[in-house]
């Protein structure tokens, strides 16, 4: 059963264009959620976050959108840079639920920005 | 700062033979310490997570096994390799509650 869904496996967006990337969750316990950027052959880097407390957080160019009815947060890159391009990765954990932290990612949006 | 090293970062090895990875973490003590794969194709699922020296509490049941010897060290391990323990093995480190997962570079194995 995938509690994090990426529907998207690719997303294509021109430079300085907005790229937005969805996530939809089906676990009502998650209360924490995160976005990671993955070059190949690297780990992932963690880019931003947002607690359930909250319905948006802004980073410089990143924006995360959080929606708990409807179960689904979005990230914003305003504005797209070549240097986006990569997999991102949505993850979300229950922190209320203990000391026993687990992130449960979904499965990747390939980002790719066009110059 | 702190750092997570991991390696090797390739590794080839036949079917059947044992496997070990080595994870430390650099510049923080008691990190919580976690092991998670990336298959071809599929996202991030965990394998093990450990809260201390000796504590691993394990996800999925498969051929693996890991181990933390020492604070900042996590060793995963495998007595027979299948050909479906291929992928892509990432180690992440955290510390406090409510900040994130920092992953190593990861270890690309190919069973063949």
């Known amino acids: 059963d995938q509690q994090v869904k990426q529907n998207s496996p690719s997303l294509s967006v021109q430079e300085g264009r907005i790229s937005i990337l969805n996530c939809d969750y089906t676990?009502?316990?998650?209360?924490?959620f995160l976005w990671y950027k993955k070059y190949p052959a690297e780990g992932p880097t963690f880019l931003i976050s947002?607690?359930?407390?909250?319905d948006k957080n802004e980073d410089g160019r990143f924006t995360v959108f959080l929606n708990k009815s409807a179960k689904h947060l979005s990230l914003h890159i305003v504005p797209s840079q070549p240097g986006d391009s990569a997999v991102y990765f949505c993850a979300a954990s229950n922190l209320s639920g203990g000391s026993n932290y687990k992130l449960t990612f979904g499965k990747g949006t390939l980002l790719t920005v066009n110059p | 700062s702190q750092t997570i090293h991991q390696w090797p970062a390739t590794l080839v090895q036949p079917v059947g033979s044992p496997l070990s990875l080595e994870c430390t973490v650099e510049?923080?003590?008691?990190?919580?310490l976690y092991w998670y794969r990336q298959a071809a194709g599929r996202g991030l699922q965990l394998l093990f997570y450990?809260?201390?020296?000796?504590?691993i509490s394990s996800e999925v049941p498969q051929n693996l096994s890991a181990s933390r010897p020492q604070d900042r060290q996590f060793i995963l391990s495998s007595k027979k390799l299948l050909l479906s323990d291929s992928g892509f093995y990432l180690c992440a480190w955290r510390g406090d509650r409510a900040s994130p997962l920092h992953f190593g570079n990861g270890t690309r194995l190919t069973v063949t």
């Open positions: 450990s809260v201390g020296i000796g504590q």
């Open positions: 510049g923080t003590s008691n990190p919580n």
């Open positions: 947002i607690s359930s407390i909250k």
């Open positions: 676990n009502s316990m998650f209360d924490y």
